[in-house]
């Protein structure tokens, strides 16, 4: 991606610890001339990277309904949880926001991955060959998604997760840290897989599973079609029923 026109910067929406963290993503990524420079970040809690002495080359842009997007702003949101997520990509969105998709130079992306706006590939990710990332997927730093996989929008995928091939997750999943994603699995919309879990069979829009395997936490209020086509293990029965 080098294909970003004179005057335009990325603002970080969100100066927590993901805010920081995309400071040296988007320098990283600028560097390696695959982003435009960074143009500061915004806030609703005020300038809170101040109290850390060591980001007072990032401008702090104000809180984010006074903000007025400009033509060359692209902006990223430094938040890991899909509602938060999707609720202020709507707060700028209505406000003619554009947004970036940033792919840190150390990932390994496949040329036949499609993915769409606002999107972040975090050190060391893999998205795999035709893979389908949707808008605003995170994809953290060390994880992998195989083959033919799709992402739903607004999801995210912590650190160190592996999504294996073939795998459908929907809209607005979590997926926690070191979590495996066996192949062709199912994840129904809104559903968060606790970390560490592996997940062997399809997971119920809404519902919270955790644990190896994993087991269900919350139920969910919305079905979805078990796929007949994700083998069950011995005894595995109706975990997530
Ligand atoms: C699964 C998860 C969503 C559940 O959160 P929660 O609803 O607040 O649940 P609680 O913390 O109250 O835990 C409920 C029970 O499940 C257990 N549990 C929670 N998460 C677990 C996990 N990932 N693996 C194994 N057991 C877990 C707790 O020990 C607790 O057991 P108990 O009832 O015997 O005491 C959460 O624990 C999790 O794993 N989140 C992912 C965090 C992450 O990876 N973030 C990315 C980095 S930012």
Redesign the pocket.
């Known amino acids: 991606m080098s294909d970003f026109g004179t005057g335009e910067r990325i603002i970080i929406v969100g100066g927590g610890?993901?805010g920081r963290e995309l400071v040296s993503h988007v320098g990283d990524t600028h560097r390696a001339g695959m982003a435009p420079p960074l143009g500061g970040y915004l806030d609703d809690a005020g300038d809170v990277m101040a109290a850390f002495g060591h980001y007072g080359h990032v401008a702090f842009l104000g809180r984010l309904d006074d903000y007025q997007p400009r033509p060359g702003d692209l902006f990223t949101l430094a938040v890991?949880a899909p509602r938060t997520k999707k609720a202020i990509a709507e707060r700028l969105k209505i406000r003619g926001a554009r947004f970036a998709t940033i792919v840190h130079p150390s990932a390994i992306t496949s040329p036949t991955c499609r993915m769409g706006e606002g999107v972040i590939v975090g050190t060391h990710a893999g998205p795999g060959v035709d893979t389908v990332l949707g808008d605003f997927v995170t994809l953290?730093s060390y994880s992998g998604v195989g083959h033919d996989a799709s992402i739903g929008d607004y999801t995210?995928i912590?650190?160190h997760v592996d999504v294996t091939g073939g795998t459908r997750i929907g809209e607005g999943v979590?997926?926690?840290?070191?979590?495996s994603i066996l192949p062709r699995v199912k994840i129904g919309d809104w559903a968060?897989?606790?970390?560490?879990?592996i997940v062997y069979r399809t997971i119920r829009a809404g519902s919270?599973?955790?644990?190896?395997p994993a087991k269900l936490?919350?139920k969910g209020q919305l079905a979805l079609a078990p796929d007949p086509a994700v083998r069950k293990p011995d005894g595995a029965g109706s975990r997530f029923p």
């Open positions: 610890g993901f890991g953290n995210t912590s650190g979590f997926i926690g840290s070191n979590a968060n897989v606790g970390a560490g879990s919270t599973v955790y644990a190896p936490l919350k």
